[in-house]
């Protein structure tokens, strides 16, 4: 890859980075106003942002795939669905970061060890107390998104009136109150992760304190910018 098309996919995912805050934005808006205009847009929304870079770079399986997306939600709102599929949607994310997560914990390599050698380099891992807490974070989010993602299963299915049991007319074995059912899944949700991840680099500031640390929005873009190469395991490499 030349320099220039190596600018130009970093400059796509930036890009891709400044756009994502309005998903959460546009699925409040959709939980406040019932108006499934906004779950429509949001889930338009999401599923651009993911295949951005590949949308740039003209490729024509993912401008295939991103219009029968679009095609596919375009029908789901024809038919009164779009704010079911937007509730389901974290439920989906929750369970599939959890799974990446949890799979590399079998390996030599947990994820968070892929995150620090993209961020900081291989040699980070060398340092005193290093790859052994990046396991530890590694079961960490692991745990923590498998809860979540099994918390608003039981939500979107239980909740009292909205919930998938109540619409098909079956009483739900754990009746949970709207307000706390549609407060969770349209918000309480985010916050817990982004309080987590908050909290998890400070903590690791303070349990690492022998290290230096990049700022927190450098570590983000840097994440945002490398994340293809966590896919990859050891083939990942430092920015």
């Avoid at 640390?213 to 050891?234: A, E, R």
Wanted: charged share 10%; with cysteine; net charge positive.
């Amino acid at each position: 890859m030349t320099s220039s098309s190596l600018s130009s996919d970093h400059a796509t995912r930036r890009f891709g980075l400044l756009l994502l805050p309005a998903y959460p934005l546009l699925a409040i808006a959709g939980a406040v106003t019932q108006r499934q205009v906004f779950a429509l847009l949001a889930l338009a929304l999401l599923a651009t942002v993911l295949l951005l870079p590949q949308l740039v770079a003209r490729r024509a399986a993912s401008w295939l795939l991103w219009s029968g997306l679009l095609a596919g939600l375009l029908l789901t709102w024809r038919y009164g669905f779009a704010e079911l599929l937007l509730e389901a949607v974290p439920v989906l994310i929750n369970a599939l970061l959890a799974y990446w997560f949890g799979r590399t914990l079998g390996t030599a390599e947990p994820l968070v060890q892929r995150f620090i050698v993209a961020i900081e380099g291989a040699e980070r891992l060398q340092q005193p107390g290093v790859a052994a807490y990046a396991r530890q974070v590694t079961w960490f989010w692991t745990a923590l998104l498998g809860a979540q993602a099994l918390l608003l299963a039981v939500l979107l299915l239980c909740a009292d009136q909205s919930g998938l049991l109540a619409r098909a007319g079956v009483a739900s074995p754990l009746p949970v109150p709207e307000r706390w059912a549609a407060t969770w899944l349209h918000l309480g949700g985010y916050l817990l992760l982004g309080a987590a991840f908050l909290l998890e680099y400070l903590y690791r500031r303070w349990r690492l304190r022998h290290l230096p640390h990049p700022g927190l929005h450098d570590m983000l873009l840097q994440l945002v910018l490398h994340w293809p190469q966590l896919l990859h395991g050891k083939r990942a490499v430092a920015p």
